[in-house]
Nanobody, 115 residues
């Protein structure tokens, strides 16, 4: 069992930055592919970025060059650095851990981008 707790969301002006964190409890964090997803009102949840066990990363087109995903296996934590935020980035951001048939989600953290 893995429990995920996101933090770092909040209100930011367009062009600003936020750093999201997702702390994982449980064992074998380093064996999980970690991902950040987001869901805006009336929209489907979508992948933002993911990072594999060996550190390979993947980004959705709209966030490439602005967002950076990273992980610290010693701290059981995955991060999402978000720069140059736009109004369309506003959503609830969720952390996901995946390994074989095992998938876990966090409860989400709200990101609001507004002047």
């Amino acid at each position: 069992q893995v429990q995920l707790v996101e933090s770092g969301g909040g209100l930011v002006q367009p062009g600003g930055s936020l750093r999201l964190s997702c702390a994982a409890s449980g064992r074998l964090f380093s064996l999980y592919t970690m991902g950040w997803y987001r869901q805006a009102p009336a929209k489907q949840r979508e992948l933002v970025a993911s990072i594999t066990t060996n550190g390979s990363t993947n980004y959705a087109g709209p966030v490439k060059g602005r967002f950076t995903i990273s992980r610290d296996n010693a701290k059981n934590t995955v991060y999402l650095q978000m720069n140059s935020l736009k109004s369309e980035d506003a959503a609830v951001y969720y952390c996901k851990a995946a390994r074989s048939f095992y998938i876990y989600w966090g409860q989400g953290t709200q990101v609001t981008v507004s002047s």
